[in-house]
């Protein structure tokens, strides 16, 4: 074990070479694929954003139009995902809900099982995950709220298509306000890939046995869960209203946070890479403004939120820590405008994540990368010899 290097959490362990995202965590910079994050958001869509990442390239017209027409092809899901779905009691966080069907994919089509698959099926697989994951998700919420489901309409948009799922009910025409779908385009574009955080690793290691991309993924989903990842857009949004309840004191819980003998941490602050600021939280900060105004929507923990900032920014604690807002803190106050409920706000992200997973997914198979399987330094016991029970 003398040649082994100890790196909990792999601080400072690269695991992979990745041409896929770069970040500079001092600087502040994001880019997918020499694209920077800031651009993107503004000019770009999901859909096209998730070609670039999957296949490296910004799709010519034809590409994209064939690549859209082909996702809208698969958004319907078989029949019986309906009776997964109501095996699941209606309190289900619709994260591990996700994490199940998606993985159920890999029953619904066995062939994925074969890790020796031509680049045509795993082109089908990443389309499939593409085109479900919004049916899942939408029909996720729906179990929760007891209402039937809505099935894909495949004459609209990406965003569009998932908020009508989300929200049309029977007897009742529904159409998705533009300005919610154009905000969530963007908020999805934000969270498209982030190189080798916890999930996509997870994704990349699974994938490393040659499981299946559905199990790959599926596993992703269930590591971005924690609220130490992607589960901090809820605890945020939980931690503002708890501070509201608490009659708005923002100050009483940064001295929580700063508290070590508590265990409360500020959620929605700090970051492993970024030391400087959060690119995505500059922008969603923006963003949130923004949406709030166009759609008319006051919300007093955007204000909580705020003056929370601002107080962190100026505390000493977080200022030798290097700890500022990132991409969580503000997400979610725009994804409660959208009328998207709080226990959904980590199925957004996964949704937003999913491409990223995808590119990563492909690149450590294309690249035939060795199964993951970190070392130790083992402290336990020497031997010793077995004792009978009744001896002990
Ligand atoms: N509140 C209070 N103290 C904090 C916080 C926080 N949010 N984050 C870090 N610290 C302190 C931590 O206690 C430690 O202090 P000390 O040096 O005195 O022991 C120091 O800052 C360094 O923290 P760390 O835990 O060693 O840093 P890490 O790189 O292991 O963890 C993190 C990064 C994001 C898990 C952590 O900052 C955190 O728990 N933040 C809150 C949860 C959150 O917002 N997560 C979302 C991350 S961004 C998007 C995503 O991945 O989904």
Redesign the pocket.
């Known amino acids: 074990s003398g040649l082994i290097t100890l790196d909990p959490?792999y601080?400072n362990t690269g695991a992979t070479k990745s041409a896929i995202t770069f970040l500079d965590g001092e600087e502040g910079i994001l880019r997918y694929r020499g694209y920077r994050i800031d651009e993107l958001s503004k000019k770009s869509t999901f859909l096209e954003v998730a070609y670039l990442l999957i296949y490296g390239e910004l799709p010519t017209q034809s590409q994209y139009d064939a690549f859209t027409k082909e996702i809208t092809l698969h958004t319907l899901v078989h029949e019986d995902i309906k009776k997964i779905l109501a095996g699941f009691p209606s309190n289900a966080h619709p994260m591990g809900v996700l994490s199940s069907l998606i993985c159920s994919l890999s029953a619904f089509y066995p062939d994925s099982l074969n890790p020796n698959q031509s680049e045509e099926e795993v082109n089908l697989s990443i389309v499939r995950l593409l085109a479900k994951m919004p049916t899942f998700a939408a029909w996720a919420f729906k179990n929760k709220m007891g209402h039937p489901v809505n099935y894909p309409d495949n004459s609209l948009d990406y965003c569009s298509n998932f908020l009508k799922m989300m929200f049309a009910l029977p007897a009742e025409t529904y159409e998705a306000d533009p300005i919610v779908a154009t905000a969530l385009d963007k908020l999805l574009i934000l969270h498209a890939d982030?190189e080798q955080?916890?999930s996509t690793s997870t994704v990349r290691m699974v994938g490393s046995s040659q499981a299946s991309i559905y199990a790959s993924i599926s596993a992703g989903i269930n590591a971005?869960w924690g609220?130490?990842?992607?589960g901090?857009?809820q605890?945020?949004i939980e931690m503002l209203e708890a501070i509201k309840a608490d009659g708005g004191d923002a100050k009483k819980y940064l001295d929580k946070?700063?508290d070590?003998n508590d265990p409360f941490?500020?959620?929605?602050?700090?970051?492993?890479v970024y030391k400087n600021f959060?690119p995505r939280a500059k922008i969603i900060k923006q963003a949130a403004d923004e949406v709030l105004s166009r759609l008319g929507v006051t919300d007093p923990v955007l204000e909580i939120a705020k003056e929370l900032e601002y107080a962190a920014l100026n505390d000493q604690?977080?200022i030798d820590?290097k700890?500022y807002p990132?991409?969580?803190?503000y997400s979610g106050i725009i994804y409660r405008a959208l009328g998207i409920p709080t226990d959904m706000f980590t199925v957004m992200?996964a949704l937003g994540r999913l491409p990223g997973w995808i590119a990563q997914w492909k690149e450590m198979r294309e690249n035939k990368e060795p199964i993951g399987r970190p070392r130790q330094v083992y402290v336990g016991a020497t031997e010793r010899d077995y004792v009978f029970i009744n001896k002990r």
């Open positions: 959490g601080k982030h955080n916890c971005l609220p130490l990842h992607g901090a857009n605890s945020v946070a700063k070590k941490r500020l959620m929605g602050f700090g970051h492993r959060d604690y977080f820590r700890l990132n991409v969580d803190f992200f």
